[in-house]
């Protein structure tokens, strides 16, 4: 057995290694043999195929509900809400530990259900209805309020009362490994002349964390902050991939909208909030004090380490351009929820909310490269010798995320992609 900290499973789990028995984080998978789309656990380097154990998830709260885990999506799980989600943990983690025989002394069982990640396709953990992103990153608006309009002027008068953001376009999110072509637009390069339309020569990568929605709320009955854990399933890494020239243009008066439907990146494993638990901080210091819907007691904030990695071509690696962390987040996911629903607007299990991008105090914790090169003043070095203002055909951007206990890891596995050339038009 390798170590885990204190907890121990009878699959072999190496040091540093994102998925241990404290994780388990969920995804949606297929292999070669079985190409049927079915929920998977991650655990070491395999994934518990959950649909082949669903008869010995045999508490209360399950025990009834087994067909949850014979789905081709989470939704149907993440819509039970926490008292399911924490029976099917545990469960989880008695059918894993080194100390339970039931799947481990099961040869037939054990070979049907434990399959090799690298035998495992991952798809989309869930069938995302509505996609919203949110811009709750103190440091990220004042760095982009600073180019724009200047330090004075950094954040709108609005941005320290309410968690800025908008709807996004849930079609084109995708899965860890799925390609992203530069696209075509409208850009106004020169302030002077009239738009040109081409390829976009300002693609953008955005660091952010997205929470996947639990149960949702009644349409006209708007979610209370202090509630509003009751609706979070978990997370993942996401990378809102930004065209910044399209963006420039187009974004007066309603905000981004071909800038940012180009592609949106997540991660495969969705880590849930009972994972991310022990890993909770105060929350950041907020100054107006929010409106009383807005304010919850409990602190809601996560230490959570985020890392971004450029590879060209060329390499064979990545350089690590960025080094973050998701606590530099002003506004609170529970803060989010709460202010997206306040209205009355009905989220459904399976909706999708992005952080906004990342960004901490010092340029190499910045989760752009709008900000890493400063609109392009400054260029990011590579380790082959190249450098990058923003990001280039064929350039591979890889995102991590992980959780440092004592003795083990909570990780979100990668987010990456890869730039395709745009489509002659």
Known sequence: LFAQGKKMSFIPVAQGSHFPIQNLPYG??????NP????????????????????????PE????????????????????????KEARATLQRLLSAQEGLLRDDASLKERAIVHMSEATMHLPADIGDYTDFYSSREHATNVGTMFRGPENALMPNWLYLPVGYHGRSSSIVVS???????????????????????CKLLDIELEMACFIGPGN?????????????????????????????????????????????????????VTMEALAPFVISNPAQDPKPFP???????????IHLEVGIKAENMSEPTVVSRSNFKNMYWTMKQQVAHHSITGCNLRPGDLLGSGTISGKTPDSYGSMLE?????????????????????????????GWCEGNGYRIGFGDCVGKILPAHPI
């Not at 949606?28 to 043999?33: H, N, P």
């Not at 049927?36 to 508490?59: M, N």
């Not at 025990?63 to 999506?73: G, P």
């Open 293 to 303: 819907y807005l304010c919850h007691d409990d602190p809601y904030s996560f230490d």
């Open 28 to 33: 949606i998978f297929s292999t070669a043999k």
């Open 177 to 199: 490994g799925t390609p992203i072509r530069r696209p075509n637009g409208q850009t106004r390069p020169d302030p002077d002349k009239p738009p040109v339309f081409g390829p």
């Open 62 to 85: 399950l025990s009834s509900r087994q067909d949850v885990f014979k789905t081709s999506s989470l939704n149907a799980f993440m819509g039970l809400g926490r008292s399911a989600w």
């Open 372 to 400: 890493l090169s400063w609109k392009g003043t400054k260029p990011v070095p590579l380790s082959n010798g190249e450098t990058r203002k923003f990001i280039q055909d064929g350039d591979e951007v890889i995102l991590t």
């Open 36 to 59: 049927i789309k079915r929920i998977g656990v991650a655990i070491g380097e395999y994934v518990l195929d959950v649909s082949e154990v669903s008869h010995l998830f045999t508490g």
């Open 218 to 270: 009644e349409m006209g009955q708007p979610i209370s902050a202090s509630n509003a854990e009751e609706h979070i399933f978990g997370m993942v890494v996401m990378n809102d991939w930004s065209a910044r020239d399209i963006q420039k243009w187009e974004y007066v008066p309603l905000g981004p909208f071909l800038a940012k439907n180009l592609g949106t990146s997540i991660s495969p494993w969705v």
